[in-house]
């Protein structure tokens, strides 16, 4: 993992992400009932990531099937935060900000099975998750290409003045890529609202951080003149209030910045992995005694007499049943058709009555 | 009608569609204060100020990709590429983004932005700077693409290009920016996917797009004075949608078609268009379909060895007449 270098600004303002992240005004507001809620929505993506790996292991799923287990406080403290005009944009590592941001496990779990049901009509499977009737942009399967189009997403709210921010995430191999510094560069040149998020796991592949990048990962952003900061992501009240720091900034005053936000993943880097040439498994353990997100906020909760186990125990339950149900549905969706290939590819295509070119469009 | 040239046509229909739509936003390398590379851009800055006309640092992969992103939520980007040849360090951004996301997204996301810049050889800048990619472009489903020759085709093309709500991919020629032609000053717009015949005949077609229509046209002169031959030249002006109807009409009237392209000759455009001719005209053709291309090489700096490299009259007439017998 990273070494812990202190919050900075180009002003040069050392400002420590809150060292109690209860404390944050944007966790002191919130409800019991908005607390419990990130519990559970971490809940159901490792319910769901652990469904969609039995599916996996079933053979109902085809391709790539990269699992976010072991790191929902990201995703879940990120987008909690969304409001309005407050957008994302990932890579091919999207189930948990799918959740995150609302999808609904049904129309996940479809699209993982290739059903026509999927949010994507199963044309994009597992790497391409798309719900911009909620802000979200996607799931993309290029390293780093979906960089530049976050910093588009900034772009078109800016030109629009409209009051919004753009979280766009990455792995921490994603950050050596050159479209990632292009975009660095154009969001600090035009100062546009956009985080760039890089969610540091360790690992990319089967390469570790050491292995991969030189020097630490968000100070990069200091070459841009642009703010950075970096977190311990394993609990979901310090990424908030990282976060929001940001995100009101970017809001505010249009100003982006880089944010790295450490954390783990559990599983290989896709199911396809078998995960013993990289690293250990007491490594994984360790990290799973001590960072589990879902404990760590389980615990506070606990603690704070929120939630009782017999509540835990319900919760857990119902995440279960719902991606249990969500294969069910999965399962007893049909496929695309053969028909439905060349649908979907032009906007033109799809609405024949409001076309305005003409010739042939598809060929054979 | 007034006499325009082929970039000023360009440059009214930007600048009528930055009027028209305040979603329409020019961004580019030297766009704005430097008034364009070639000029295309000149004076927008000054009529539509640095929001709408923008300048961007060199960084094609990052600019690209901007305007890709900020089409997803509404805008109209139009973006220029100085050449066309330089987008091959924005492929992912053009060919995996813009082309894909509206399959990968099962239909949810659509692109209206437009690619434009000069996409041609024969101006003795080497293999770096010649490249033709409409045939690369026009391999991926769910992209348009655009090659005009004439400086009303351009404008209308242009205007129709930018109100699209797929990616459109728009390759001007650096030759053709200074070449006059008559524009009317009411507005018109020309739908992609509709060739036009640009000269009428009887005895050979030759299919063609871009500056290759300009040699094709003055090929058929010097056959018609000089040998009696009646050409018919097709500008398919639109190479995907394609208008492959106006195409076989000719085939079916001449019997004999030659294409004419500056083009790699391997998986080019006029390989699409003889595999199409043959598949759906088979029995029109008195003659096997031949072709004048690039020669199958990297463009060469040498200026008077690319004359020969690219399609010219020259090569043009002698190809005719070796099919006509
Ligand atoms: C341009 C590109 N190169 C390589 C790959 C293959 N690949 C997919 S994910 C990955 C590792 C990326 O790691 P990281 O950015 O840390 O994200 P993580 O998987 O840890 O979430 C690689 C090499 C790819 N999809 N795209
Ligand atoms: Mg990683």
Not at chain 1, 58 to 76: R, T
């Amino acid at each position: 993992m990273s070494n812990q270098p202190s919050a900075n600004t180009p002003a040069g303002t050392a400002a420590k992400t809150a060292s109690d992240p209860h404390l944050a005004p944007v966790n002191l507001k919130l409800t019991k009932e908005e607390r419990i809620a990130l519990f559970r929505t971490m809940m159901q993506i490792r319910r769901f990531e652990e469904r969609s790996l039995r599916a996996y292991q079933a053979k109902k799923i085809g391709g790539f099937l990269h699992l976010y287990i072991g790191q929902e406080s990201v995703a879940v403290g990120c987008c909690s935060l969304m409001g309005k005009h407050d957008h994302v944009i990932t890579a091919y590592r999207d189930h948990g900000h799918a959740i995150a941001v609302g999808m609904g496990m049904n129309e996940l779990m479809a699209e993982l099975y290739g059903k026509a049901t999927g949010c994507s009509k199963g044309k994009g499977g597992s790497m391409h998750f798309f719900a911009p009737d909620r802000n979200f942009w996607g799931g993309h399967g290029i390293v780093g290409g979906q960089i530049p189009l976050g910093t588009g997403l900034a772009y078109a709210l800016k030109y629009k003045g409209l009051k919004g921010a753009v979280m766009a995430f990455m792995g921490d191999g994603a950050v050596n890529q050159g479209a990632v510094h292009e975009a660095y560069n154009l969001a600090a040149l035009w100062s546009l609202p956009v985080i760039f998020v890089i969610e540091n796991n360790g690992y990319s592949m089967g390469t570790s951080q050491e292995r991969s990048s030189a020097g630490d990962l968000p100070t990069r952003a200091a070459g841009y003149d642009m703010a950075w900061d970096q977190c311990d992501g394993s609990n979901v009240y310090v990424v908030r209030a990282m976060m929001d720091k940001y995100l009101t900034r970017a809001r505010e005053e249009s100003k982006p910045a880089v944010v790295e936000i450490d954390t783990y993943r559990y599983r290989g880097h896709s199911v396809a992995d078998p995960d013993n040439t990289y690293r250990l498994k007491a490594e994984v353990e360790e990290y799973r005694r001590t960072k589990d997100p879902i404990q760590v906020v389980q615990n506070m909760l606990m603690t704070d007499g929120v939630l009782t186990p017999a509540d835990i125990e319900k919760i857990d339950q119902a995440a279960r049943k719902e991606a249990d149900d969500a294969a069910k549905f999965a399962e007893a969706s049909p496929y695309p058709t053969v028909e439905d290939l060349q649908q979907d590819v032009y906007w033109e295509a799809d609405h024949p009555d409001q076309r305005q070119s003409q010739g042939r469009l598809f060929f054979d | 009608m007034p006499e325009i040239t082929y970039r000023e046509a360009i440059r009214h229909a930007l600048a009528e569609e930055l009027e028209r739509d305040a979603n329409v936003v020019i961004m580019g390398e030297e766009v704005a204060q430097f008034n364009g590379a070639y000029k295309v851009t000149e004076g927008l800055l000054a009529k539509f100020g640095p929001k709408r006309i923008v300048d961007t640092p060199i960084t094609e992969a990052g600019f690209i990709g901007t305007g890709i992103g900020a089409s997803m939520l509404g805008l109209r980007p139009v973006m220029e590429l100085m050449f066309w040849s330089f987008y091959s360090v924005a492929f992912d951004q053009i060919l995996n983004n813009a082309a894909n996301v509206r399959y990968m997204s099962g239909g949810l996301i659509n692109c209206p932005i437009v690619i434009r810049g000069p996409a041609n050889g024969g101006t003795n800048v080497g293999a770096t700077h010649s490249h033709t990619p409409e045939n690369v472009l026009a391999n991926h489903p769910g992209v348009k693409v655009v090659v005009p020759a004439t400086a009303y085709d351009a404008k209308g093309l242009l205007k129709s290009a930018i109100r699209d709500n797929d990616p459109v991919f728009f390759l001007e020629n650096t030759i053709l920016y200074g070449e006059k032609g008559e524009v009317p000053t009411a507005e018109y717009l020309i739908p992609l996917g509709l060739a036009d015949v640009k000269r009428q005949g009887r005895d050979l077609t030759i299919v063609t797009y871009g500056r290759s229509v300009i040699h094709s046209l003055a090929a058929a002169e010097v056959l018609h004075k000089e040998h009696g031959v009646l050409v018919e030249v097709v500008d398919l002006r639109s190479i995907r949608p394609l208008d492959i109807d106006t195409v076989l009409k000719s085939v079916a009237k001449t019997h004999r078609v030659l294409i004419v392209e500056e083009q790699k000759p391997f998986a080019s455009v006029g390989s699409q268009l003889a595999y199409m001719i043959q598949r759906e005209a088979f029995d029109e053709l008195d003659a096997p379909i031949h072709r004048v291309a690039t020669v199958d090489a990297p463009a060469i700096y040498s200026p008077p060895v690319e004359v020969e490299q690219l399609p010219n009259p020259q090569r043009v007439i002698k190809a005719a007449l070796e099919m006509l017998g």
